[in-house]
Each structure stands twice: as structure tokens, then as C-alpha cells.
């Protein structure tokens, strides 16, 4: 079992930058892929981002290629997702998973993202 916590959310103006936490505990097993979704008031979850355990090959939406980067730190059992040049488009609920591909099985609670125009 394996449980997730995301942290660093918050209220942001447009243009400014906010790092994502998500600290794994439990059995994270070593070949689990992380990744990044969103989901808006009124809109389906989305693919934001994703990161595999080894050799740390990412993946990113369209929508914040070049803005957002995820990395992770496996001593600390963490996965990062720095946010930058941020847009009202943005806001959302920010949630990390886990699994083993293609599957992700352990989802966090979630973090709020609001950025304001």
C-alpha cells in the first residue's frame, strides 16, 4: 500500500511560479511511475505530467510544456512539480498518482492551485 500527500498549493497571481510536493510513503515501489493531473471546477481530470522511477524520462501536457517541469527525489521518496509562468487557465486541483505503468493505482488527497488575473 502506498499513500500519497501533495503540499504547496496556494493562491498565485498569473506569471508567478508555485512548487508542487508529493511525499510517497509505504511500499513505493521502485518501478512505480508518478504523475501530475488537474481537475477544474466543471471539467474532466487531466494529464499534466509524469516521471518514471528509473531513469527519470518525463512526459508533459501541451498545455504546460515549457512552463512546468516535474523531477523527483527517490532518497526522499518525492516528486516535484515546479510550475512556472503561471495562467488562469492553471487553476485547478493538482493531484499526484502512482502505479506501476501504465497503471496508476494510489492517488493523493490533492492540492488547490487558484491563480488570479
Known amino acids: 500500500q502506498v499513500q500519497l500527500v501533495e503540499s504547496g498549493g496556494g493562491l498565485v497571481q498569473a506569471g508567478g511560479s508555485l512548487r508542487l510536493s508529493c511525499a510517497a510513503s509505504g511500499r513505493a515501489a521502485s518501478s512505480y511511475k508518478t504523475g501530475w493531473f488537474r481537475q477544474a471546477p466543471g471539467k474532466e481530470r487531466e494529464f499534466v505530467a509524469s516521471?518514471?522511477?528509473?531513469?527519470?524520462?518525463?512526459a508533459y501536457a501541451d498545455s504546460v510544456r515549457g512552463r512546468f517541469t516535474i523531477s523527483r527525489d527517490n532518497a526522499k521518496k518525492t516528486v516535484y512539480l515546479q510550475m512556472n509562468s503561471l495562467k488562469p487557465e492553471d487553476t485547478a486541483v493538482y493531484y499526484c498518482a502512482t502505479g506501476i505503468p501504465p497503471n496508476y493505482n494510489y492517488w493523493g488527497q490533492g492540492t488547490q492551485v487558484t491563480v488570479s488575473s
Open positions: 516521471i518514471s522511477s528509473i531513469g527519470g524520462a518525463t
